[in-house]
């Protein structure tokens, strides 16, 4: 009780609460902005944190990422245009419900079921993340060394259906995360004899190249078109939300226990667990034919799940410091520059720190409701912003940003190379989740690896000599197999070209 209440004091300060409010604000721009996703909102959010304390700076990515999610959800209703890649699989279902004349139906459903998603998901947090940090604080360097090559391997497995793209995606990550001196060793990686490169990569160049400059680089021919987008005007918001949620609930509370479970796999996301719950409740729908054509139960449990799977991202990389997702891998790169390390020895050392970030979390969720309906009143003003003002402002704070993070022009450099590396992966549907995740988890699997090899002296059956570590080394193994059987299928699923597409003699 001591913990909840010194959380409760370290949360409920108005330095606090403002910062939520306006990173809320910030998060509801951002995703209400066609392209501009949560990942991005966080990634330039990051300068601003270094100037905070670990629980401020915690609390405005958890603020800004939900509020971007739900206002993604805005353009899509509006102008068939998603805002985020996680209101993507519904985007069709709610501009149809649109043209129906039902467009504040369809946003206060979406705002209201990422709420009650968004409340689930901590729910399942709070109480399974303790309970598995006490399991986890008995893992030694072998348990995390298999921990972490999971880790890497869940996220080819989930990245798309191209395993063999989700591969170099990981070693190319894995080989900016090998630049610079090796901690062991001494022996010099990838540096080319370049000083700046002898600490290795930051972090926050990297982040905010991938997801920020990459996407500017993307949209940068928007530019040209100076006409702004006009949307319809959005009467009686919230008018039914009320009937339609008592009608599918259990669609709504399916969608939140869907997506918290799906956001704890690494590198899984809101995006997949939006698409998995919406395919899900079309299969359990007893009026399936209708999904597509603006009904509303195609909705309640993917506005559910997106929102959701941001908490239950949090459980592996609060408990064993491995990201969920993109999110939370910027997460535990800003805790680690305030000398904070995830891991289930935070459950014990950082209670209150713990606990108090489970507060923000609700906090941020049940702001979604008043913020909610002021984004979807005020969307028009938002939407009708020329990109060619946005992008400009967007691109000083991407390298302001990456300067700050070592008061060094090399990073910017660094965050424009690494731009037009995420522009080429994109363009050629390389998934950038695998990439930023092994950048995150690549010195974990490192460290640990020589960490046993040395207390173990060279002998690699000790990898295996525990039970939890044999449990997880089989299971990197079957994760392995699996990516190995669906790359050969994809392989021999060569396109059978129609006869009557075929050359014909003349």
Request: aromatic letters at 8%; proline letters at 7%; glycine letters at 10%.
């Amino acid at each position: 009780m001591s913990d909840l209440l010194q959380a409760a004091t370290m949360v409920f300060t108005w330095e606090v609460m403002l910062i939520i409010l306006a990173a809320s604000l910030f998060g509801l721009f951002m995703g209400a902005i066609p392209g501009l996703t949560a990942t991005m909102a966080t990634a330039l959010l990051v300068p601003v944190t270094f100037f905070m304390d670990p629980l401020p700076a915690i609390a405005a990515i958890v603020s800004a990422t939900a509020m971007a999610i739900v206002a993604g959800d805005i353009p899509g209703a509006l102008l068939r245009i998603p805002g985020t890649p996680a209101s993507a699989v519904y985007t069709e279902e709610a501009y149809a419900m649109g043209k129906q004349g039902k467009v504040g139906l369809a946003l206060g459903l979406n705002v209201t079921c990422s709420m009650i998603g968004g409340v689930i998901g901590v729910l399942i947090l709070a109480f399974f993340a303790p309970r598995i940090a006490e399991f986890a604080i008995q893992f030694t360097s072998d348990e995390y060394f298999w921990l972490a090559l999971l880790g890497l391997s869940c996220a080819i497995l989930v990245s798309g259906s191209d395993p063999l793209k989700g591969g170099i995606s990981m070693l190319a990550g894995l080989v900016i995360a090998m630049v610079g001196m090796d901690s062991v060793s001494g022996q010099m990686r990838f540096t080319f004899g370049n000083y700046d490169l002898l600490a290795g990569i930051s972090i926050l160049p990297v982040l905010i190249g991938l997801f920020a400059i990459s996407e500017l680089i993307r949209r940068m021919p928007e530019t040209r078109n100076a006409a702004p987008l006009v949307p319809p005007v959005i009467k009686r918001p919230f008018e039914g939300v009320g009937a339609a949620l008592w009608k599918y609930k259990g669609g709504v509370v399916r969608g939140g226990a869907l997506g918290t479970v799906i956001g704890a796999l690494p590198g899984a996301g809101a995006d997949i667990a939006s698409w998995i719950s919406y395919a899900v409740s079309r299969k359990l729908s007893r009026t399936p034919e209708k999904f597509g054509k603006g009904h509303p139960e195609g909705l309640v449990s993917a506005s559910s799940a997106n929102n959701a799977s941001l908490s239950g991202a949090y459980i592996p990389a609060l408990v064993f410091g491995i990201p969920g997702d993109t999110v939370t891998a910027i997460i535990i790169g800003v805790l680690m520059t305030k000398g904070i390390t995830p891991g289930p020895d935070v459950f014990v050392e950082q209670a209150p720190l713990v606990n108090a970030i489970f507060m923000v979390f609700v906090l941020a969720n049940l702001l979604l409701l008043p913020l909610g309906f002021m984004a979807i009143r005020g969307a028009r003003h938002i939407l009708s912003i020329p990109t060619g003002i946005l992008f400009p402002l967007i691109l000083m704070f991407c390298i302001v940003g990456a300067f700050a993070a070592n008061n060094a022009m090399f990073d910017i450099w660094i965050m424009l190379g690494i731009g037009l590396v995420g522009f080429f992966m994109a363009e050629n549907d390389f998934p950038v989740g695998p990439m930023i995740l092994a950048v995150i988890l690549g010195p974990i699997v490192e460290s640990n690896f020589m960490r046993s090899i040395l207390k173990s002296n060279g002998d690699l059956t000790a990898f295996v000599d525990r039970p939890i570590a044999m449990v997880l080394a089989i299971a990197a193994v079957a994760v392995w197999t699996m990516i190995i059987v669906n790359g050969v299928k994809a392989g021999r699923r060569v396109p059978q070209t129609p006869a009557s597409e075929l050359p014909q003699d003349a």
